[in-house]
Structure formats: C-alpha cells, structure tokens
C-alpha cells in the first residue's frame, strides 16, 4: 500500500513569505503528526491531529499552524518566514490500535525540505 | 525541546563489526522505538517495544527496552554497507492511550569505514 506522501519534496522561499506543506496519510491511518528536523535541534514536534482535531502540540510559535481535513490529509503552514524555519518538515501517520498496549506506531513520509533566503 | 541523550553521537566501523548504541531518558516511557534515516528521506521504523525488560529482534538487529523504562539499547551485528545512516531512538510517554507525540533522541551517525 502507499506510504505516507508529502509535497512539495523541496520548495525555497524568502524571508516574511507563507508556506503550506502537504501531507496524505497512509490509507486507514486517521493520526497525522508533524515534526521539524534540523541539525542544531534534531526531530522536534510540532503537532498532531485526529479526526480534524488538534489533539496535541509542540512548543513552536503561533506562526506554525496546520490542519486536518475529514479524508485524514493534513497541511501545515507557515507565516512570516525566518531564517531559522529552515528544516526538514516530516509527517508521520499512525493508525489507532495498531501494535501492543495501545501504542500507535508512526510512519513517516519522505519530508518537505523548506529552504528560507 | 526535549531530547532523549542518545550515544554515541557518531561510529566509525569495518564492514562486518558489531554496533551498539544506546539511549537514556530522565521520563518514563511507555513505548520505545528505534528508527533509522537515509539520507533525503524520512527515519523509518526498526523495531518497536511496548514492555520494560522487552528484547526484540528484526534481522541483524536486536534492541531492548530497560527495566527501569528509562532508557534503550539497539544492537546491530555483522554490519554490511547498507547499515550507513543515521539512527534514532524515539520514546513515547505516559499521557494516555492514543497520544502521538514522541521525543526523538539526537541521533548516531553510523559510517562505514572501507
């Protein structure tokens, strides 16, 4: 079955510009999480939602926002772009049940490498 | 944000040698999990373990989750060139059935020397 699928795979955008990010769970996987990757902070959350709803989020500005849509697909945005937001966007599926003692094991899709100038 | 102290943060080896990499945390967790990432592309799950004391294989691999729920350990054997990449260990907390938020930790660097 297809994986977890992300788009764009790279885009480049300037400084105070907006960006929306992409991302089509697995078939059945109704969780989507998103994480940011940089070398100085590694993988850090940003957020997750379920059934359209925010059920969690990370310690990232306001300026971070997303979304869920009622066939599980998610976007991300970005407002205001700085330097600093440069990073690998990654979103992760999971499907609620899936593996032992209720633990929802994430897969992850190839990322979105946001590149800001 | 938080991190889990992951170690080593880098490993020089011959093709053929054993690798062990560890991971520790001040929390609790319920659930660890070890992924690896290539690069351009997304960590992708090795092994997940879900009991204190748990040791799990997949291949090669073979990792553990500590009887105190503190830390992990991923054992590779045999190393072969594919092994390169980046692994991560990945922990999840105590905040109830269906919470998806996991702590990452900062990753080993795995090379192969020729």
């Known amino acids: 079955k297809a994986g977890v699928t992300q788009t764009p795979r790279y885009l480049i955008k300037t400084r105070g510009q907006q960006v929306t990010l992409s991302c089509s769970p697995i078939?059945?996987?109704?969780?989507v999480s998103w994480y940011q990757q940089t070398p100085g902070q590694g993988l850090q959350f940003l957020f997750e939602?379920?059934?359209?709803?925010?059920?969690n989020k990370g310690n990232f500005p306001g300026r971070f926002s997303g979304r869920q849509f009622s066939n599980s697909r998610s976007e991300m945005n970005v407002s205001t772009l700085e330097l600093g937001d440069s990073a690998l966007y990654l979103c992760?599926?999971?499907?609620?049940?899936?593996?032992?003692?209720?633990?929802?094991?994430?897969?992850f899709g190839a990322g979105s490498r946001l590149t800001v100038l | 944000g938080q991190q889990l102290n992951q170690s080593p943060q880098s490993m020089f080896i011959q093709e053929g040698e054993d690798v062990s990499m560890n991971c520790t945390s001040s929390?609790?967790?319920?659930?660890w999990l070890w992924y690896k990432q290539d690069p351009g592309e997304g960590p992708v799950l090795l092994i997940a373990?879900?009991?204190?004391?748990e040791l799990t294989s997949n291949g090669r691999l073979t990792a553990q989750f500590g009887i105190t729920r503190k830390d992990s350990f991923l054992n590779i054997s045999a190393s072969i060139p594919s092994d390169v990449g980046i692994y991560f260990c990945?922990?999840?907390?105590?905040?109830?059935?269906?919470?998806?938020?996991?702590?990452f930790g900062t990753g080993t660097r795995l090379t192969i020397i020729p």
């Open positions: 992760a599926s999971s499907r609620p049940g899936q593996g032992g003692t209720g633990a929802n094991v994430l897969t």
């Open positions: 078939s059945g996987h109704r969780s």
């Open positions: 939602y379920f059934s359209e709803t925010q059920r």
């Open positions: 929390s609790i967790f319920n659930t």
């Open positions: 373990l879900y009991k204190a004391g």
């Open positions: 990945a922990g999840k907390g105590t905040m109830g059935f269906g919470n998806e938020k996991l702590t």
